[in-house]
């Protein structure tokens, strides 16, 4: 029961590390006029890639609009 319990304690520190970066590259990039929305597919792509799948959101949100 208790690697159980660390793997979960893992998963939810990634998530909310995740969720605290987009939120504070939000507020950072706020006077440029670039928003990345905070949902379910952003934060567990930023959780389980890091930095460079945060790059990459950036670089489909520039591709896409």
Known sequence: MGDYMKKLGTI???VVFAFGIIYGVNVI????????PINVM????TSFL????LLSLFA???IIH
Do not use: E, Q
């Open 42 to 45: 952003t934060i567990l792509i």
């Open 29 to 36: 990039l706020k006077n440029v006029g670039i928003f990345l």
């Open 60 to 62: 489909l949100l520039f």
């Open 12 to 14: 939810l520190k990634k």
């Open 50 to 53: 890091g930095v460079p799948g």
